[in-house]
């Protein structure tokens, strides 16, 4: 086990089970800071042991926001809780869930009570052991204090009540992009659809296009970039990356409200989605962005590409006026600091 450990006890522990950085991940980082902001100390906890190479690392160390791995296992877990004793476990994932839910039945007869929140991220049904998590995590969520999901489809498949939460990010200190680039950011898997992006790319062959994550398909599609792709893999930080880029492609096949859509509204960055979770609740076509259907992504791109120059900075003002409204840190945070209780 490794941490990064400071001597106060912790309010909030952010729990989850990681090997790369995704969406939860990008999400449980702007929680910690954005408790953090809030005055609420935070340590993010990994269900697993890969502190040697886990990227995620590195932001929460730029952050100054404690960490420990554990083994991966409950006993570890419980044994870890016993001795610390955190006022609020918030769990992201099945593992994390799951084993919070078992953490508060042996918990039960203790004098301190924990208060137990969850939030569910997958959009998707998984296959195999995936399938049979997803079903144990949905109806064993009565057994958490408060749920939360992360868009109104995941909502409807929680048999407990739960409370959807709008994704976000902390717009203090966002430069406006300057980027032309038009790219994809995620995790290279089906759900995330990277293939389409490939095939817009090769309608497109005059322009540039840059695929940046990595994932289960990425060998797949190496083999089938055009040339006017630039492929550059899993990035431990895109943090001076979003300048270069102009336009977001949001071509999922499933999605609850990705970060990677207000991470790029936030600086401007216009995103063109397919109708995915809930990105009708952030994107309002032709004022700060669009949603369109997989087959009208491709004409969507040449509508941007030919919009004039004011119409362009009147799209990315709004894009950012949106985020920094009804998606930012000051905004979401409060919600989650009531349903903590503290």
Not at 36 to 52: A, N
Not at 84 to 102: N, Q
Not at 108 to 134: C, M, P, V, W
Not at 271 to 288: A, H, W
Request: positive net charge.
């Amino acid at each position: 086990m490794k941490s990064q450990i400071h001597k106060q006890e912790n309010d909030v522990w952010l729990l989850f089970d990681s090997r790369d950085v995704g969406g939860i991940e990008t999400h449980i980082l702007q929680l910690a800071q954005g408790l953090k902001q809030f005055q609420r100390s935070v340590q993010v906890i990994f269900l697993c042991k890969y502190e040697q190479n886990h990227p995620l690392t590195i932001a929460l160390n730029n952050a100054n926001i404690s960490y420990r791995f554990l083994d991966g296992t409950l006993r570890d877990l419980l044994d870890y809780t016993r001795h610390h004793r955190p006022r609020v476990i918030h769990s992201h994932g099945y593992k994390a869930a799951i084993y919070s839910r078992l953490l508060r039945l042996s918990l039960l007869t203790s004098q301190r009570k924990i208060r137990f929140i969850n939030t569910f991220h997958a959009g998707e049904i998984g296959k195999g052991k995936l399938a049979l998590y997803d079903i144990i995590d949905r109806w064993s969520a009565l057994f958490s204090h408060h749920n939360f999901a992360v868009s109104e489809r995941i909502n409807q498949r929680i048999p407990s009540q739960t409370t959807v939460l709008n994704n976000f990010i902390d717009t203090t200190n966002l430069r406006s992009s300057t980027g032309e680039q038009i790219a994809f950011v995620g995790r290279l898997s089906h759900e995330k659809a990277p293939d389409r992006f490939i095939k817009l790319a090769k309608q497109h062959p005059s322009n540039s296009f840059h695929l940046y994550g990595s994932g289960p398909m990425e060998q797949e599609l190496i083999k089938q970039l055009p040339c006017n792709v630039v492929f550059h893999g899993q990035q431990n930080s895109m943090e001076t990356i979003w300048n270069e880029i102009g336009l977001l492609i949001i071509s999922s096949r499933y999605e609850g409200l990705p970060i990677t859509a207000l991470e790029a509204m936030g600086r401007g960055i216009p995103v063109i989605s397919t109708p995915v979770g809930n990105i009708s609740k952030l994107i309002q076509s032709e004022r700060n962005g669009w949603i369109v259907k997989p087959e009208d992504l491709s004409q969507t791109i040449s509508h941007w590409l030919e919009l004039s120059p004011i119409n362009k900075i009147e799209i990315q003002q709004a894009a950012q006026k949106t985020i920094q409204d009804q998606f930012s840190t000051k905004t979401i945070v409060p919600i989650v600091l009531k349903a903590y209780g503290i």
